[in-house]
């Protein structure tokens, strides 16, 4: 479901959208597009899109909508999590990294810049952030490519919906990737992710 673009006026084609122009249904892949399709606005016929690239956070969201349905309802999924959420994107070491969270868990995700894998899947690779090190584990994301993980927090049954999960996602980027950390992290930092996670927990019931 990548979206496209014009190459002749740069208007683009969303797939999540259609084409109200041609009444293409939303969640129309642009190759399942017809034939005779062309650019709503300039005219230019199919073959004159291109692939859009897309922003690390956009690409990582996308590709843990798609896996949604297939854990909906299971007691590891988070039903009052109805989307996928993401942090900002950071460049480091040679890569991107990002945290993400979906409806059942919460991981730091680092992808290379040229897209290739950096050790065989499983494998753990070791990731110096400003925060401390960590072990990232070598593996694939549909629609992504090779990435390294990190697991944070699973399951994430505790919040309570889209933002608190939003406020735990920004704060777990700010603690792992940026330095300094808030006055009242600090002293887990780099000793237990257990710990640490527990005082970004959402507080209430
Ligand atoms: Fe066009």
């Known amino acids: 479901m990548t979206p496209f673009e014009c190459g002749v006026c740069w208007s683009g084609y969303d797939p999540a959208e259609g084409d109200p122009v ?14 005779h399709w062309r650019c709503p606005k300039c005219d230019a016929p199919k073959e004159k899109f291109l692939a859009k690239p897309q922003p690390l956070g956009e690409r ?22 109805t989307d996928v959420l993401c942090s900002r994107v950071v460049s480091t070491e040679g890569g ?37 090190t960590y072990d990232f584990v070598a593996g694939e994301l ?7 993980s990190l697991s944070l927090m699973s399951p994430v049954l505790e919040f309570d919906g889209l933002e608190a ?22 002293p887990t930092m780099g000793t237990s992710r257990r710990e640490l996670f527990d005082l970004l927990r959402p507080s209430g019931p």
């Open 142 to 148: 549909e629609g992504v490519g090779p990435v390294l």
């Open 96 to 132: 991107q990294l990002a945290v993400v969270m979906t409806p059942w868990c919460l991981n730091a995700v680092w992808v290379a810049d040229d897209g290739r894998a950096v050790a065989t899947r499983g494998a753990t690779v070791v990731r110096a952030l400003p925060s401390g």
């Open 60 to 81: 990582l969201v996308r590709a843990w909508r798609t896996v949604m349905p297939r854990l909906a309802g299971l007691p590891v999924t988070n039903s009052r999590l």
């Open 165 to 186: 999960g939003q406020v735990a996602v920004d704060a777990a980027f700010e603690a792992l990737l940026l330095a300094p950390v808030p006055v009242q992290v600090t």
């Open 22 to 35: 041609w009444q293409i249904e939303p969640g129309t892949a642009f190759e399942a597009l017809p034939a």
